[in-house]
Nanobody, 129 residues
């Protein structure tokens, strides 16, 4: 069983920055090849934001965050980060960390919720304009 715990959410003004962290435990190295960040705003579907291949750090981003968000990992700490810069009001949502066994090279399938088996409880990000 893999447990994921997110932290780093909060309230920020538009144009500001936040860094989210996702700490994984109960981790069996060979069983997790992809980790990702998703977000869900009230009344909207869960949306994939960014994903990373734990093997070599290959990444994939949603068009809405390219150039503003960066996903990274620290394998020694079993932690994945999401650096969010130039935040906009439309980035306001609950952000979730997810982990799964498969990585889809250069494919938007990396941001589909169904391919991830493990989920954190979420951390709220609120951006005020």
């Amino acid at each position: 069983q893999v447990q994921l715990v997110e932290s780093g959410g909060g309230s920020v003004q538009a144009g500001g920055s936040l860094r989210l962290s996702c700490a994984a435990s109960g981790y069996i190295y060979s069983s997790i090849n992809a980790m990702a960040w998703f977000r869900q705003a009230p009344g909207k579907e869960r949306e994939g934001v960014a994903a990373i291949y734990t093997g070599d750090g290959n990444t994939f981003y949603a068009d809405s965050v390219k150039g503003r968000f960066t996903i990274s990992q620290d394998n020694a700490k079993n932690t994945v980060y999401l650096q969010m810069n130039s935040l906009k009001s439309e980035d306001t949502a609950m952000y979730y960390c997810a982990a799964g066994p498969y990585w889809y090279w250069y494919s938007p399938r990396s941001l589909v919720p169904d391919v991830y088996n493990y989920w954190g409880q979420g951390t709220q990000v609120t951006v005020s304009s």
